[in-house]
C-alpha cells in the first residue's frame, strides 16, 4: 500500500514555471552547450563560466521551497528541466542533480533551523549540501567504519569517504555514520570543519569535469546540533533521500536518451549510402522504434511517479525500477545510436561517444542495480502495491 508523506513543494503557477523553464532551456543551449569540447578535452568544467550562467537562470533554487528563496518546483515541474540538462555535457548535468538532489532531501528531513542555515544559500547557489555516504572498504547502507562519537555539546567524526559528488564545490555534506556499533546516524557537516581533508580522485570515464573526491575525517569536531532527526535514524534518512533521487537519476537518462534518439534520427536522414537515407533501411528504422519505444515507456513511468510524489505518496518500489528500467534504457538507446551512426559514431565528431559513455555513470548513482532490485523485491515482499488508476472500477 500507498503511504503518505508530508508535501515540500507544491509547484509554481503555470506561467511563471513556463517563464522559468524557457531561461533554464536557453542558457543550456546557448551558455552551456557551447562548453562541451573544452570540458571533455581538458576534464576541468570553467567553474567562472558555468557557475554565474546556471546562478542567473535559477537552476539552483528548483526544488528549494519558495519559504526559503527557491523555485519549490513540482517534482512534475522539476523531471523534464532536469532531463534537458542531461542531453548536454555530464559534468554540468551532474552539479545540478546533486545540489538539488540533496537540498530536497534536506528540506524533507531536515529541522527547521538546518534548513534555514543552508536553503536560503543553496537557493541562490552560494551554498551547497552533498552526500556522504559510499566508503573503500565497506559496502552500502549500514556496513559502514565511519564513526560519530558524542562528546559534550560536538560530534567527533573518523573515517573515510570516497566517490563523493560535488566534492569541490559543496559547503556541507550530509554524513552518514555509526553512532553506536549498530546505530547509523545522518550529520550535517559544514566544509570547513578542522580535520576534514578533500582530495580528488582519478578522471572519470564520463561526465567529465565533475568532481567525486575522498574526504577524511580526522578527529572532525561538529555541533551536535548538526544531527538530522534523532541518533539511529541514518538509515530511514538515506532511504528518503535516496527514494526520490533516484528518480532523478531516471529522468537524466531519459535526457540522455532522447538526446541520443534525436541525434539518430536526424542522422539517418542525412546519411546517404546507396543513393538513399539509410532512414529508408528496415535495419535501422528496427533500431530508431526500439530507441522510442525505450523512452517512451521511461516518459511514462516517471510521469506516473511525478504524480503520486506530487499527492504526498511515498514511491519506495518505483523509485527503484524506474531507476533501474531507466540505465537500462538509456545503455539500450546508446547502444543502437552508435549502431545508427556506424563508425563516425566513435569519434568525437558527433556527441553520441560523449552520451555514451556519460550515460553509463547511472548504473552507479544512488545505488548499484542489485540494490534497485532488493529494494524493489522487498517492498514487494512486505505487501506493496502499485495504486493507480487502474485500481479503480467506474460505477
Known amino acids: 500500500m500507498i503511504t503518505r508523506r508530508n508535501s515540500v513543494a507544491v509547484g509554481l503557477p503555470t ?9 533554464i532551456f536557453t542558457t543550456i543551449w546557448n551558455e552551456l552547450d557551447p562548453l562541451e569540447q573544452e570540458i571533455e578535452n581538458t576534464e576541468k568544467i570553467p567553474y567562472d563560466v558555468v557557475m554565474p550562467a546556471l546562478k542567473a537562470c535559477g537552476a539552483f533554487g528548483l526544488t528549494t521551497p519558495r519559504e526559503y528563496g527557491g523555485s519549490g518546483l513540482s517534482i512534475a515541474q522539476y523531471l523534464p528541466i532536469l532531463a534537458e540538462f ?22 524533507e528531513i531536515g529541522n527547521s533551523e538546518q534548513k534555514q542555515e543552508i536553503l536560503p544559500g543553496a537557493a541562490i547557489g552560494e551554498k551547497s549540501l552533498a552526500f556522504a555516504l559510499t566508503e573503500p572498504g565497506n559496502g552500502t547502507g549500514a556496513d559502514l567504519s565511519t564513526t560519530a562519537r558524542r562528546d559534550g555539546d560536538r560530534y567527533v567524526i573518523n573515517g573515510r569517504k570516497w566517490l563523493i559528488t560535488n566534492s569541490d564545490i559543496a559547503s556541507h555534506f550530509l554524513v552518514i555514520a555509526k553512532t553506536a556499533p549498530k546505530e547509523v546516524s545522518a550529520i550535517i557537516v559544514p566544509r570547513d570543519s578542522s580535520g576534514l581533508t578533500i582530495s580528488p580522485l582519478p578522471e572519470t570515464m564520463g561526465c567529465k569535469g565533475g568532481e567525486h573526491g575522498e574526504l577524511v575525517f580526522t578527529d572532525v569536531r561538529v ?17 528518503r533521500a535516496l527514494e526520490i533521487s533516484r528518480v532523478f537519476i531516471a529522468a537524466c537518462s531519459l ?18 549510402t546507396f543513393g538513399k537515407p539509410i532512414a529508408e533501411r528496415q535495419a535501422i528504422q528496427r533500431y530508431l522504434a526500439e530507441m522510442a519505444a525505450d523512452v517512451y515507456a521511461l516518459r511514462g513511468m516517471l510521469a506516473d511517479i511525478a504524480s503520486k510524489w506530487d499527492r504526498e505518496c511515498r514511491v519506495p518500489a518505483e523509485s527503484s525500477l524506474v531507476k533501474q528500467f531507466g540505465l537500462e534504457a538509456v545503455g539500450r538507446v546508446t547502444d543502437r545510436a552508435l549502431l545508427v551512426h556506424g563508425g563516425i559514431g566513435y569519434t568525437r565528431m558527433y556527441p553520441i561517444e560523449r552520451l555514451y559513455r556519460d550515460a553509463r555513470l547511472n548504473w552507479l548513482e544512488e545505488g548499484t542495480p542489485t540494490i534497485q ?18 485500481d479503480s472500477v467506474p460505477q
Open 15 to 23: 506561467d511563471e514555471y513556463v517563464k522559468l523553464r524557457k531561461t
Open 86 to 107: 542531461a542531453k548536454i555535457q555530464g559534468g554540468i548535468r551532474a552539479i545540478v542533480h546533486v545540489h538539488n538532489s540533496f537540498t530536497h532531501a534536506l528540506s
Open 223 to 239: 555541533p551536535a546540533t548538526g544531527l538530522v532527526g534523532a541518533e539511529g535514524e541514518g538509515i530511514a534518512h538515506l532511504e
Open 255 to 272: 535526457g540522455t536518451a532522447t538526446r541520443a534518439l534525436e541525434l539518430s534520427l536526424k542522422y539517418s536522414k542525412d546519411r546517404v
Open 373 to 390: 532490485y532488493l529494494v524493489a523485491a522487498r517492498e514487494l515482499l512486505n505487501g506493496y502495491t502499485f495504486d493507480d488508476a487502474f
